[in-house]
């Protein structure tokens, strides 16, 4: 055979509900507590592991499984933390939320692009020496999205 692997990537695709809201300077009706269907694309390239992978399918599921059916917001607005609960001022409002049911992200916005890096941290954090470069595209909407690369 004249081939030869030059390369290995892997590719995976999920969707998972989230609301959210962003800290704006302008009018917006992003403003609002309002929620989405996100989908997220994540390719890794890198070498085979000794398990025979480029990276484990299931950590990419368990990021998912947190954020689903969520409430995001960013560490730089939770004004309290204790006792099972969240305390989160911005934009005028102040929301006392279960604490299982928030993700604060260590990310001064919550917007699709800070979410893409987030998510592409946590794979970075799972990922052997094996792994080059990881992408994560976040889609909002079937128009938009926003994505991060993290290289070696």
């Known amino acids: 055979m004249d081939f030869k ?3 290995r990537k892997i590719g995976w695709h999920k969707d998972f509900d989230s609301s ?5 300077p302008y009018d917006s009706k992003c403003l609002r507590i309002h929620g989405h269907t996100y989908n997220v694309d994540v390719e890794i390239w890198g070498e085979l592991n000794e398990n ?3 990276f484990d399918f ?5 990021l998912v499984k947190r954020l689903d059916h ?6 730089k607005w939770v004004v309290e933390r204790g006792d099972g609960r969240v305390v989160v001022e911005k934009n005028g409002k102040r ?3 279960p604490e299982d049911e928030v993700v604060i992200l260590d990310k001064p916005n919550v917007t699709a692009e800070y ?5 592409a941290e946590r794979v970075a954090e799972k990922a052997g020496k094996n792994v080059k470069k990881i992408l994560v595209r976040v ?4 128009r938009s999205y926003a994505e991060v690369v993290l290289e070696r």
Do not use: C, K, Q, T
Request: hydrophobic residues 55%.
């Open 5 to 7: 692997v030059r390369g």
């Open 20 to 24: 959210h809201f962003l800290a704006l």
């Open 52 to 54: 025979g992978m480029v």
């Open 58 to 62: 299931n950590h990419l599921s368990n």
């Open 70 to 75: 969520r409430i995001l917001v960013s560490e």
């Open 95 to 97: 929301l006392e939320l």
């Open 115 to 119: 979410i893409a890096e987030w998510f």
């Open 139 to 142: 889609w909002e909407d079937p």
